[in-house]
């Protein structure tokens, strides 16, 4: 009897943390959701479901739009992020861990500190875009600053790590003998990477992904310090509700629907890839 319960007594501290740390606050955020009132008069509970149209109706462009900037800056860490992660699984040799510890690095400092860092770079007299000026190569009035982007490749420079680390993690185990075999029946480079490499890291993409598009679509911090009016994202929104317009019921809601959207495109993309796939590939 003792061994079949140990299994539930060792989970037991995880499924505490989660109904004190998750569950409980997620109920009262759905509890303020469907509120009515506001910050001076006091709120009052009267499931105002409305509150989900109308979060709907007024900031369906700002959702869209985080969207569309997560997907974008996802597909970008998952161009930037493979090829590197590629690299130091197989040519990184016994400085895997300094070329990890070096693309970790940055991350040690905060992230608003990296963003300003990026604002001061992109500036239109900064680093980057001063010199090209300078010489001819860009006109007096080009800027990067204020457009998406900035904001986009901010997101991916934020979250690049995310994206590297589980497919290093996966392609650190493939058999070398395996890519070699490949070889050895005459296919090519590109085909061995279609048809073993890539199948055999679908699980590390595949948590990448998620890993990638669920924070870069509910970001504020880039859209904040290197956007402009143009390029609000519903982070933004949410932010400006909670703690300028104190309108906690429509903050709430907004929460709500973009935490279905991003549910609803995590099963999307889940179902699309092939869950069951992707656990045979991992076995």
């Known amino acids: 009897m003792k061994a079949k319960t140990t299994p539930y007594l060792l989970v037991l501290p995880a499924w505490i943390w989660l109904a004190i740390f998750f569950v409980v606050p997620i109920c009262g955020m759905l509890s303020v959701s469907l509120m009515t009132g506001n910050v001076l008069d006091g709120f009052t509970q009267t499931f105002h479901v409305a509150n989900y ?23 970008l ?28 690095l940055p991350f040690f400092v905060s992230q608003v500190l990296r963003t300003i860092s990026w604002r001061f770079l992109l500036a239109d007299d900064g680093v980057l875009l001063g010199p090209l000026k300078s010489i001819g190569l860009l006109p007096e009035d080009a ?19 995310f994206m590297v680390l589980p497919i290093y993690a996966v392609l650190e185990r493939v058999d070398h003998r395996v890519v070699e075999a490949a070889r050895d029946l005459y296919a090519t480079r590109a085909q061995a990477f279609l048809r073993v490499v890539l199948p055999m890291s679908l ?25 402009g009016t143009g390029t609000t994202m519903i982070g933004n929104v949410i932010q400006s509700q909670y703690l300028v317009n ?14 279905a959207l991003l549910l609803a495109g995590i099963f999307g993309y889940a179902r699309a890839l092939g869950t069951e796939r992707v656990m045979e590939v991992r076995a």
């Not at 149209?53 to 597909?75: F, P």
């Not at 860490?77 to 970790?104: D, E, M, Q, S």
């Not at 104190?246 to 935490?259: E, G």
């Open 203 to 227: 699980p590390g993409v595949f948590a990448g992904v998620l890993m990638v598009f669920v924070p870069t679509s509910a970001d504020y911090v880039n859209a904040s310090l290197l956007g």
């Open 77 to 104: 860490c998952v161009a930037i992020g493979y090829p590197v992660a590629a690299w130091i699984a197989f040519r990184g040799g016994r400085h895997k861990t300094t070329y990890l510890l070096l693309l970790l």
């Open 53 to 75: 149209a109308e979060a709907i109706d007024r900031y369906w462009r700002q959702i869209l739009r985080s969207l569309a900037y997560g997907a974008c800056a996802t597909a």
């Open 143 to 161: 800027h990067v600053l204020s457009t998406p982007l900035a904001v986009v490749t901010g997101l991916a420079y934020s979250h690049l790590p």
């Open 246 to 259: 104190n309108d906690y019921p429509m903050a709430a809601a907004i929460t709500f629907v973009l935490m």
